[in-house]
């Protein structure tokens, strides 16, 4: 037996790197797996970012076809049913309407403000006694889907509604989830159609922003 004592350093090394290997493999081989598993979510989310990019270009791309090509259309201004409504009457018959569009659509409402007569409005320049301008600034929360229903909803609405501006984002905890910012003006004759035809020295409506685009579903 003492022949092999000069091995018995040799094997215990062996063992003890045996077990070295062993329990180093033990302790990587669920690190390895769940960076694999990351790895493929991480592959996974992209995917989803990209297909939820493009949709989002859809939705951008169809309103500015809709803000493009109304260019061509023409609608009547909003007139009043009597002659002794004030402006505020005027600006909340539309403003009901908007809202009324907005929830019918399921789309929700952070924050809203609006704005009478702005300045750089031609109507309010050379026309600010026969028409009411009123600006209303809202951010929204929605889907694509519901915000392009939305936008159409606006554009079919029967008086002239012009939509100053458009922004959308995806939210940043869920990508399916948009948040726009939606600057809408409203117009309105100050009193019946028929008082203020013969008074009128105003141009016609200007061109429309939007069209009867369809919307992706």
């Given amino acids: 037996m003492d022949k092999y004592k000069r091995y018995y350093g040799v094997i215990g090394f062996c063992v003890a790197l045996l077990l070295l290997f062993f329990g180093a493999y033990s302790l990587i081989t669920p690190k390895v797996t769940e960076l694999t598993s990351l790895k493929d979510e991480i ?73 009478y007569n702005p300045e750089t409005d031609a109507f309010v320049k ?42 959308v984002r995806p939210y940043e905890k869920d990508k399916k989830i948009l948040i726009a910012n939606l600057s809408l003006r409203l117009y309105a004759h100050t009193a019946p159609e028929e008082d203020t035809a013969a008074a009128q020295t105003t141009p016609a409506a200007p061109a429309l922003d939007g069209a009867a685009t369809a919307l992706p579903q």
């Fill in 43 to 115: 592959v996974s989310k992209e995917k989803e970012l990209s297909e939820l990019q493009g949709k989002l270009a859809i939705v951008r791309k169809r309103i500015d076809q809709i803000k493009k090509s109304i260019t061509s259309s023409q609608k009547k201004i909003y007139s009043p049913v009597e002659s002794a409504l004030g402006n505020e009457t005027l600006f909340f018959t539309l403003y009901n309407d908007v809202i009324e569009m907005v929830h019918a659509n399921y789309v929700k409402i952070k924050s809203i403000d609006y704005n």
């Fill in 126 to 167: 050379f026309g600010k006694d026969i028409y009411f301008v009123c600006d209303v600034n809202m951010e929204l929360i929605s889907n694509y889907v519901n915000l392009g229903k939305l936008i159409q909803d606006i554009y079919q609405y029967p008086y002239y509604i012009k939509i100053n501006e458009l922004e």
